[in-house]
């Protein structure tokens, strides 16, 4: 298999936490955090998807270490709600900082089909996504598919959206799975819009 090195324009990438703040930047259109999913985790993959619901649910940047516990039990995590609060919690407080937000959608999703497979910016102005099983969120430079990146379970990427940017630089989509069988469980956080319902 061949990797191709990605550009190095619109996209910052490193494996320190901190590199998700540099979305602000004019020309940067996705900060990268670079790491692996944590040990404590890996159990996740044995999981029985037809056990999981989906998690889509406005949370606090108060209340979301009171709430997502919760959340995670009632959609069938039961042995491991407590390893996937202690990943996901931070991952909130962070995003709510760096986007000053403090209201926020959250998702975590079983995806066994090929939804949102074309390539595009979301109509939110920033969306973090984090793979945790299977292929991770792929991503190309606008106008140039050729060479298409993806997220690698675990690593957070943290992308502009259309009511940042009219003029995306980024484009992100869901890697096609629909045939190989295999399933994706993927967390995703946006900022609630003053204009959004919560």
């Known amino acids: 298999m061949t990797i191709l090195a990605a550009r190095s324009d619109a996209m910052v990438e490193d494996d320190n936490a901190n590199i ?3 979305i602000w930047e004019p020309d940067v259109h996705l900060a990268l955090w670079r790491r692996s999913l944590s040990d404590s985790l890996a159990p996740l993959a044995l999981l029985d998807w037809e056990q999981i619901d989906d998690i889509d649910e406005p949370v606090s940047r108060e209340t979301v ?3 997502l516990p919760a959340y995670l039990e009632a959609a069938g995590y039961a042995g491991l ?3 996937l609060a202690n990943e996901l919690v ?4 962070r995003f709510a900082a760096i986007m000053d937000c403090s209201q926020m959608k959250l998702r975590l999703e079983v995806v066994e089909t090929d939804a949102c497979r074309k390539f595009h910016a979301d109509n939110v102005s920033a969306r973090l996504l984090m793979p945790l099983v299977g292929p991770g969120t792929q991503w190309v430079h606008t106008g140039d598919d050729d060479i298409v990146q993806a997220l690698q379970p675990g690593e957070v990427g943290l992308f502009k959206g259309w009511k ?3 003029a995306p630089r980024i484009l992100h989509r869901s890697p096609p799975v629909a045939a190989t069988g295999e399933t994706r469980l993927l967390f995703a956080l946006s900022p609630v819009e003053r204009q959004d319902d919560a």
Do not use: F, G, N, V
């Not at 931070?90 to 407080?93: E, F, G, K, S, V």
């Open 20 to 22: 998700l703040a540099r």
């Open 65 to 67: 270490a009171a709430d």
């Open 81 to 83: 709600t407590q390893a």
């Open 90 to 93: 931070p991952l909130c407080a």
């Open 164 to 166: 940042w940017t009219e």
